[in-house]
């Protein structure tokens, strides 16, 4: 039952996406202009009805395509480095950021029109879900026509797996990423889940693992084609059939990206020192039943007790605090060390590096082809990441924006949609 207290939660700022919400308000219009409910009522044939759905279809249609224009023109501005003037796009929607491809919006919203109809509905306008895949469609449309995807990168909970569960053996999800894997695009999997040891990321991923270790269709340079980076972007393991739990880890030294090189030591125990005790204090301000738990490079608050459930309100404004606390702090300020603040579902953590960081680690390694030190790099129009985290504040797949093209899922069952999809489209590529 959808109450007024989720109606007005889902209205908060930090809770929306500009772009999507703004390109809904353009399809309301047509909605409300031909969506005529009360020809139901009224007793109309089938036939009109049809053309009421053509006729909102096109509408529709027509607006996607002036977005795909505008984006076009937001392309050409950041691209054109002596243009000092913002896009038209930038214009109306001020928090837009880069774009890495076109996006093909009229042809990805009639691929989605065949599956959701939303052109045939009379009651319910399109909504933020529709607006959301029909970015996705438009994104992997992209990636597969005007080039080439070398590299996928997926968040863990929620994309690839239930929160707080496991990649097990019959997961729907393993076979689309093999295929992915058979056609020679590398995978890295940047999870906010930052294990120190081999095991603990294989009693997550075992299903996936064992898969390709045990895959009788894979070559041994596609079987290495897996990375795991833990931490957003602090510990790198490797797959490797000769490893325990089939996972080797990689020397620090050995995959930092050269600016993340430069960061001290000193300024990483001073930013996890203030979030630690931004997190003390909200623990003490909100009476939350949770306890401190501090790593090497993060720090974040779990659960007292494992059957509790902290509220949701309760872990944002604890986001919001810690995030706020730490850009007015003389170790945030400066921002020598970045960090990200976020909710887990039922914790809130603050790590060293962002998933920006991580998913450039995986650019980077998989560019150098086995990693270490190269100046070769896969590019952001060559990267999909596909997270559930995508809003402005507490998400952590968000920043994963600003170095590659993105999918927002809302469910492993979407991630799987999402793949076949793109297999589909890979496939037509090929023949």
Same mark, same amino acid.
Request: glycine share 6%; aromatic share 8%; net charge negative.
């Given at each position: 039952?959808?109450?007024?207290?989720?109606?007005?939660?889902?209205?908060?700022?930090?809770?929306?996406?500009?772009?999507?919400?703004?390109?809904?308000?353009?399809?309301?219009?047509?909605?409300?202009?031909?969506?005529?409910?009360?020809?139901?009522?009224?007793?109309?044939?089938?036939?009109?009805?049809?053309?009421?759905?053509?006729?909102?279809?096109?509408?529709?249609?027509?607006?996607?395509?002036?977005?795909?224009?505008?984006?076009?023109?937001?392309?050409?501005?950041?691209?054109?480095?002596?243009?000092?003037?913002?896009?038209?796009?930038?214009?109306?929607?001020?928090?837009?950021?880069?774009?890495?491809?076109?996006?093909?919006?009229?042809?990805?919203?009639?691929?989605?029109?065949?599956?959701?109809?939303?052109?045939?509905?009379?009651?319910?306008?399109?909504?933020?879900?529709?607006?959301?895949?029909?970015?996705?469609?438009?994104?992997?449309?992209?990636?597969?026509?005007?080039?080439?995807?070398?590299?996928?990168?997926?968040?863990?909970?929620?994309?690839?797996?239930?929160?707080?569960?496991?990649?097990?053996?019959?997961?729907?999800?393993?076979?689309?990423?093999?295929?992915?894997?058979?056609?020679?695009?590398?995978?890295?999997?940047?999870?906010?889940?930052?294990?120190?040891?081999?095991?603990?990321?294989?009693?997550?991923?075992?299903?996936?693992?064992?898969?390709?270790?045990?895959?009788?269709?894979?070559?041994?340079?596609?079987?290495?084609?897996?990375?795991?980076?833990?931490?957003?972007?602090?510990?790198?393991?490797?797959?490797?059939?000769?490893?325990?739990?089939?996972?080797?880890?990689?020397?620090?030294?050995?995959?930092?990206?050269?600016?993340?090189?430069?960061?001290?030591?000193?300024? #990483?125990?001073?930013?996890?020192?203030?979030? &630690? $005790?931004?997190?003390?204090?909200?623990? *003490? !301000? +909100?009476? @939350?039943?949770?306890?401190?738990?501090?790593?090497?490079?993060?720090?974040?608050?779990?659960?007292?007790?494992?059957? #509790?459930?902290?509220?949701?309100?309760?872990? &944002? $404004?604890?986001?919001?605090?810690?995030? *706020? !606390? +730490?850009? @007015?702090?003389?170790?945030?300020?400066?921002?020598?060390?970045?960090?990200?603040?976020?909710?887990?579902?039922?914790?809130?953590?603050?790590?060293?590096?962002?998933?920006?960081?991580?998913?450039?680690?995986?650019?980077?390694?998989?560019?150098?082809?086995?990693?270490?030190?190269?100046?070769?790099?896969?590019?952001?129009?060559?990267?999909?990441?596909?997270?559930?985290?995508?809003?402005?504040?507490?998400?952590?797949?968000?920043?994963?924006?600003?170095?590659?093209?993105?999918?927002?899922?809302?469910?492993?069952?979407?991630?799987?949609?999402?793949?076949?999809?793109?297999?589909?489209?890979?496939?037509?590529?090929?023949?």
């Amino acid at each position: 039952m959808t109450t007024r207290y989720r109606v007005e939660y889902a209205l908060k700022t930090h809770r929306r996406d500009q772009f999507i919400e703004w390109i809904k308000g353009l399809l309301a219009v047509p909605f409300v202009l031909y969506s005529q409910p009360n020809g139901i009522f009224e007793g109309q044939g089938l036939s009109s009805l049809t053309k009421t759905r053509e006729e909102a279809h096109r509408r529709y249609s027509e607006i996607l395509r002036d977005v795909e224009l505008m984006i076009d023109d937001h392309i050409a501005h950041q691209n054109d480095p002596e243009n000092p003037f913002p896009s038209k796009l930038k214009l109306l929607v001020p928090t837009i950021g880069p774009f890495f491809t076109r996006l093909p919006l009229e042809a990805a919203f009639k691929y989605q029109d065949r599956k959701r109809y939303i052109s045939s509905r009379r009651f319910v306008s399109p909504s933020f879900n529709d607006v959301r895949l029909i970015l996705n469609s438009a994104q992997i449309m992209a990636v597969t026509t005007y080039g080439t995807l070398q590299l996928a990168t997926f968040d863990g909970d929620v994309t690839l797996y239930d929160d707080g569960q496991s990649l097990e053996p019959a997961s729907p999800v393993i076979a689309p990423l093999l295929d992915l894997l058979s056609k020679n695009v590398k995978i890295g999997i940047v999870t906010a889940a930052g294990y120190t040891t081999a095991d603990r990321y294989y009693a997550r991923l075992h299903g996936l693992l064992d898969a390709i270790a045990n895959s009788p269709d894979l070559t041994p340079t596609q079987k290495a084609s897996l990375i795991i980076m833990g931490g957003e972007a602090n510990y790198l393991f490797e797959f490797s059939l000769a490893s325990p739990y089939y996972l080797a880890p990689v020397a620090r030294e050995k995959w930092l990206t050269p600016e993340m090189a430069l960061w001290d030591e000193r300024d #990483i125990v001073s930013v996890l020192d203030v979030a &630690e $005790e931004a997190l003390g204090d909200c623990i *003490k !301000t +909100l009476n @939350l039943p949770a306890v401190l738990m501090r790593k090497d490079r993060a720090v974040g608050i779990i659960p007292s007790d494992p059957s #509790i459930r902290i509220p949701r309100e309760s872990l &944002e $404004e604890t986001v919001l605090v810690v995030q *706020k !606390t +730490l850009e @007015l702090s003389s170790a945030g300020r400066h921002r020598r060390v970045p960090f990200c603040a976020f909710n887990g579902g039922n914790d809130v953590f603050v790590d060293i590096g962002d998933k920006s960081w991580g998913v450039t680690v995986c650019q980077r390694w998989f560019g150098a082809a086995g990693g270490g030190p190269g100046s070769k790099i896969i590019r952001g129009e060559n990267t999909l990441h596909v997270g559930d985290q995508f809003l402005s504040a507490g998400a952590n797949d968000f920043r994963a924006r600003s170095v590659g093209t993105t999918a927002w899922i809302a469910s492993p069952a979407e991630t799987v949609d999402l793949l076949d999809e793109l297999a589909d489209l890979m496939g037509k590529k090929l023949s």
